[in-house]
């Protein structure tokens, strides 16, 4: 089984400033079709999860260009380059391989 | 719009089943893998079931391999999941989801176990 890492599991933002995630996967994600399967999810508070990036780095519909994601093979980082009070919530990632996702980042304000 | 909607959770006993349905509009649902995650309150997402677009194979989380079904009626664009052997364990709120990489979830529905 893909077990997925994440760190860290809680995180404090001062809004204006930077913030990042990691996600470290037990095996590559890279699959056979060239393609690696990490996305982000953000569930705000009493909400479903949102889709903010999938294949590593490509922005989903709608999602502001302050989130940007980035890494390859076992090693995945979500960042946001201005955090927003909007922003608070939990953020996963997802592994698509063998299907699993981290343990969440509470991002607070 | 896409629209995933749950419904048919509920109480039940330990040893109990239920069947939950997701009904899907706004896509072409016979073109999407679907997935069940759940999560059980104040706890993390976990994945539990996905199933392909034409139901050719289903794959399951350990935890409910052999007490869960997945299932699918793209002539209803409709998923299902039949949850047999329930355990305290198995209370969550259980979300659809589409696409093996997950675009949209829906709302939940909340199941319950306890006696």
């Known amino acids: 089984d893909i077990v997925m890492t994440q760190t860290p599991l809680s995180l404090s933002v001062t809004p204006g400033q930077p913030a990042s995630i990691s996600c470290k996967s037990s095996?590559?994600?890279?699959?056979?079709?060239?393609?690696?399967?990490l996305s982000w999810y953000l569930q705000k508070p009493g909400q479903s999860p949102q889709l903010l990036i999938y294949?590593?780095?490509n922005r989903f519909s709608g999602v502001p260009n302050r989130f940007s994601g980035s890494g390859s093979g076992t090693d995945f980082t979500l960042k946001i380059s201005r955090v927003e009070a909007e922003d608070v919530g939990v953020y996963y990632c997802?592994?698509?391989?063998?299907?699993?996702f981290g343990q969440g980042t509470k991002l607070e304000i | 719009q896409v629209q995933l909607v749950e419904s048919g959770g509920g109480v039940v006993q330990p040893g109990g089943s239920l069947r939950l349905s997701c009904a899907a509009s706004?896509?072409?649902?016979?073109?999407?893998?679907m997935h069940w995650v759940r999560q059980a309150p104040g706890k993390g997402l976990e994945w539990v079931t996905f199933?392909?677009?034409?139901?050719?194979?289903?794959y399951y989380a350990d935890s409910v391999k052999g007490r869960f079904t997945i299932s699918r009626d793209n002539s209803k664009n409709t998923l299902y999941l039949q949850m047999n052997s329930l355990r305290a364990e198995d209370t969550a709120l259980y979300y659809c989801?589409?696409?093996?990489?997950?675009?949209?979830w829906g709302q939940g529905t909340l199941v319950t176990v306890s006696s």
């Open positions: 294949e590593v780095s």
């Open positions: 989801a589409k696409g093996r990489t997950v675009l949209y």
């Open positions: 095996q590559s994600l890279l699959y056979s079709d060239g393609k690696t399967y």
């Open positions: 199933i392909r677009s034409d139901g050719s194979n289903t």
């Open positions: 997802m592994q698509s391989i063998q299907l699993s």
């Open positions: 706004g896509f072409t649902f016979s073109s999407y893998g």
